[in-house]
């Protein structure tokens, strides 16, 4: 591995994008340990990231995740999944800038739909009473808060297009960008 040693670094996407597979093969080439952001906090929670949503609803499911981030900060050689919308609350994205680099896995709406058509189980997709959107429901859902989140997205350190490569070569796209950067962050 070339890259240069980055104590931390957090990988970004919106939900569907890879993230959670990403991760771990990115930690692996760096030697790094991985955290998924989401499962930190359904373990701590005993509840799962739907079920918090449902009951305390999203901006405390924000705070969450900040107070996760916030731990996960002090750490050293990590590699972090975000969830898809932790860069919409400003103190998550103070502590990511701060500590760390963040890596954006850019995947078109079109594919996301792809991806998330079969999958369940993601509040931020789904009607109000947690049942999966129609198709063209969920094409607006996705357009729209891509549509909010890309700006933020777009603010990574680094952006890879992670829609038609595959995961091997998503993680050679990212280590190469990491090798380009200078000095350790």
Known sequence: MNAPPALRIYVTGFMGSGKSTIGPLLAAGLGYQFV????AI???EGKTVPGIFRERGEPEFRSLER?????????????VATGGGALTDP????????SGLLVYLEVSAGTLFARLRAGG???MIAADDGTPLADEQLRERITTLLRTREPL????DIIVDAGARSPGDTVSA???SLSALPGPH
């Open 153 to 156: 997205y777009r603010r990574a």
């Open 121 to 123: 189980g993601r509040p």
């Open 91 to 98: 103190g998550s994205r103070e502590i990511i800038r701060a």
């Open 36 to 39: 998924d952001l989401d499962a």
């Open 174 to 176: 990212i280590l190469k």
């Open 67 to 79: 107070r996760e981030l916030a731990l996960l900060c002090t750490r050293v050689g990590i590699v």
């Open 42 to 44: 359904e373990a701590k």
